[in-house]
């Protein structure tokens, strides 16, 4: 196992890793955790040294794990790594020394959260961090900025907000959070206008008018355009009309009626 850490290391520590070799040694690392006793009782990491140094290398190849699902944009198995990894985080976090990349990938799991729209999570979540990390540490402040600003409705701060993340690897989330950003805004703009120009839209939404970023959600949202080259939302605003059953609520009454008469 030592071997295919060392492997793993020096893989993804190069400028530009290869994927699929990390994949690769990732799966083969997984299997030999699998065979071996790489957990056991807390109350025995004191005498044994040995299996202290297997969770820190554990620990170290699911972080790693972590960066690597993100880059290949396999999200569940990034939610599979963090779930592991909150173990080592939380489990053994009085029998282990800190992990140099413990905030960053706290971080991530809460931008994580926040960008597929699951607020209750991410709540739960900051429940189980110090008040000090919250206020000081570089890798959440920005996470709990953005939360402010989702909540607030201020989603041109999202937009703006990519160039200013702690980390590159953040990146692939905060695309995703300006995306539900976008579809807030555009769902605000339905509700707000009757009708709006291609510019006006563009602008609220961050986009360029007449870019294929703009003509997907247009087609996504159903919007369509006037005589006069709006945006028409009057349609989307207009619920349709249901028929009342008459009839049928009638004779159930006259029903409902005639057995009370029977038992009276």
Known sequence: MSN???DLKAEWGKRAPNLLRCGELLGLFKQEMAKGAFLMPREALNSNPKQKDQLVRSRDVLEIAVEHSITVKDYAAFERYMAQLN???YDYDKFLEPSKEMHKMIGLSLLYMLATNRI????????????????????????LALENYF????????????????????????????????EEIASCIE??????????????????????????LVKRRHWTVDAEGNYDYASLNTK????IPSNEIAIQNLSYATELEKIV
Request: a positive charge.
């Open 151 to 182: 909540m607030e409705g201020r989603y041109n701060k999202i937009l703006q907000a990519k160039k200013s993340m702690p980390s590159e690897i953040y990146g692939n989330f905060m695309d995703m959070l300006v995306h539900t950003a976008r």
């Open 87 to 89: 173990m080592y985080y």
């Open 191 to 216: 509700k707000a206008y009757l009708k709006m120009s291609p510019k006006q839209a563009a602008q609220r939404l961050g986009l360029k008018v007449g870019g294929k970023e703009l003509l997907e």
């Open 4 to 6: 295919l850490y060392k």
């Open 120 to 143: 209750a999570d991410f709540h739960i979540a900051l429940e189980r961090l110090p008040s000090d990390l919250l206020l000081q540490n570089s890798f959440i402040m920005p996470v």
């Open 240 to 243: 349709p009309k249901e028929e």
